[in-house]
């Protein structure tokens, strides 16, 4: 059966890891809603332009553009998926389970990546970034092959202006009042599963696929 999960985790818990682990080993699409945004926007879409006339006046782009850009990928993969980035808040958690009900493809799980925010602050000042494409590296856990270089395009990677420790302090504070009520949302659902996001990358992930369900033959259909 299909794998359909959403990561839910302050920055640097290392959701993206597992999601291209998931991506590598079983067809599981990564969704980020970062990158859906940034995408719509390089290509001119219908939605992309509607999000850009928001950001241009320096407003929060609406949940229902968000959904809908959402929406648009998960019907091009269907099958197997992770969501990675969203929802952040309890009525975004509600949108996105009426949009998968809608296309009766529920959600297997909420998976909780759980770290102390001092140790997050430690690994998100390590981070390097792919301003081309949004990969991340850490130096800390993930180093790229060669400093400062990616791995796969051979392009430089770049450190974030918002990955300072000041920065990343108050950054993870309102991530934690945002997402604590998405967490007991999903919690009362019973589709909540918490790992610890500070054991290493392969425990973590076995964590995940002992939790879901994970194989080989969970491949988007």
């Known amino acids: 059966m299909p794998v359909r999960l959403v990561f839910l985790g302050p920055p640097g818990a290392g ?5 291209r682990i998931l991506e590598q080993r079983f067809g599981v699409k990564q969704i980020s ?8 926007l390089a290509q001119g ?3 992309g332009r509607q999000a850009e006339q928001y950001m241009r006046r320096g407003e929060l782009v609406p949940d229902s553009l968000v959904v809908a850009m959402i929406d648009r990928e998960l019907q091009q993969h269907s099958g197997a998926f992770v969501i990675d980035g969203f929802p952040r808040t309890v009525a ?5 389970d009426r949009l998968l009900d809608e296309h009766g493809w529920p959600l297997d799980a909420a998976i909780h990546f759980q ?3 001092e140790t997050l602050i430690a690994r998100l ?3 390097w970034t792919n301003p081309r494409n949004g990969r991340t590296y850490n130096t800390l856990t993930n180093p790229p092959r060669v400093p400062g270089i990616d791995d796969e395009d051979g392009g430089p990677l770049v450190q974030r202006e918002d990955d300072q420790p000041d920065t990343l302090a108050k950054r ?4 934690e009042l945002q997402t604590q ?3 007991e949302y999903y919690r009362k659902a019973g589709k909540l599963v918490e790992v610890d996001a500070l054991a290493s990358v392969d425990a973590v992930a076995a964590r995940i696929n002992k939790a879901t369900g994970a194989t080989a033959s969970s491949e988007a259909r």
């Open 45 to 47: 879409t219908e939605l």
């Open 125 to 127: 000042s390590a981070r």
């Open 115 to 117: 770290a102390d925010r």
């Open 181 to 183: 009520p998405v967490i």
């Open 92 to 96: 975004q958690a509600e949108a996105l």
């Open 172 to 175: 993870l504070e309102v991530f």
């Open 33 to 40: 809603s970062g990158d859906l945004l940034r995408a719509n």
């Open 15 to 19: 959701k993206g890891t597992q999601a």
